[in-house]
Nanobody, 127 residues
Framework: QVQLVESGGGLAQAGGSLTLSCAAS????????MAWYRQAPGKQRELVAL???????NYADSAKGRFTITRDNAKKAVNLEMTSLQPADSAIYYC?????????????????????WGQGTSVTVSS
């Protein structure tokens, strides 16, 4: 099956840095948008950063100038480099990819579009 797996979360001090990684596995044909979202306790999920297949990027205002999203098509991966971390950045970070995958369950090559989410990786920033 096709799935996303995140890594790189953990504990950091204010002003420190962390880099999150997300890799897709399975019969991936193409990946369009790759994005990172986050959700803090008691708050709604929010978009942190997004990168399109043409490598155009979009950042939340809170992330601009501090976070950098990059994609590696060969590795089917997306990274989020986070610097100058603040306690407000503490959250569960989720990777999302809009992709096309190949399904051969019925003996034919069937291309399907899907929006996939990772299981989340926790980031905690101490003051």
């Amino acid at each position: 099956q096709v799935q996303l797996v995140e890594s790189g979360g953990g504990l950091a001090q204010a002003g420190g840095s962390l880099t999150l990684s997300c890799a897709a596995s399975g019969n991936i044909y193409a990946i369009n948008d790759m994005a990172w979202y986050r959700q803090a306790p008691g708050k709604q999920r929010e978009l942190v950063a997004l990168v399109t297949r043409s490598k155009s990027t979009n950042y939340a205002d809170s992330a601009k100038g501090r976070f950098t999203i990059t994609r590696d098509n060969a590795k089917k991966a997306v990274n989020l480099e986070m610097t100058s971390l603040q306690p407000a950045d503490s959250a569960i970070y989720y990777c999302k990819m809009n992709l096309t995958w190949l399904n051969s369950a019925w003996g034919t090559l069937d291309y399907r579009n899907a929006e996939l989410w990772g299981q989340g990786t926790s980031v905690t920033v101490s003051s």
